[in-house]
Nanobody
């Protein structure tokens, strides 16, 4: 059984940075594309970024371009999300997920983590 576990969330002031990690266990996901999504209270889950199996291809949501950076270490079965210049509107639960190919669509992701809370204070 595949498990994805996010870590690294927390409370940060506006303009600050956080680094999220997503590790997998039970099965190697190095052959899967990975993605990060987020969900704020009262809002639908939204796409943040996706990365290809090799890590050579990435797609970012417009609202995080230039601020967030995704990377992966297949040897460690871990994906990272470096978040800089954080804004209060970035406050949400952040989820990592795995899919057969990079996608903006959450329904194309087969595996999901439980999420980690990111709170940005103004």
């Amino acid at each position: 059984q595949v498990q994805l576990v996010e870590s690294g969330g927390g409370l940060v002031q506006a303009g600050g940075s956080l680094r999220l990690s997503c590790s997998s266990s039970g099965r190697t996901l190095s052959n899967y594309a990975r993605g990060w999504f987020r969900q704020a209270p009262g809002k639908e889950r939204e796409f943040v970024v996706t990365i290809s199996r090799s890590g050579h291809s990435t797609v970012y949501a417009d609202f995080v371009k230039g601020r967030f950076h995704i990377s992966r270490d297949n040897a460690k079965n871990t994906v990272y999300l470096e978040m800089n210049s954080l804004k209060p509107e970035d406050t949400a639960v952040y989820y990592c997920a795995a899919a057969q190919w990079p996608s903006r669509r959450p329904d194309e992701y087969a595996y999901w983590g439980q999420g980690t809370q990111v709170t940005v204070s103004s």
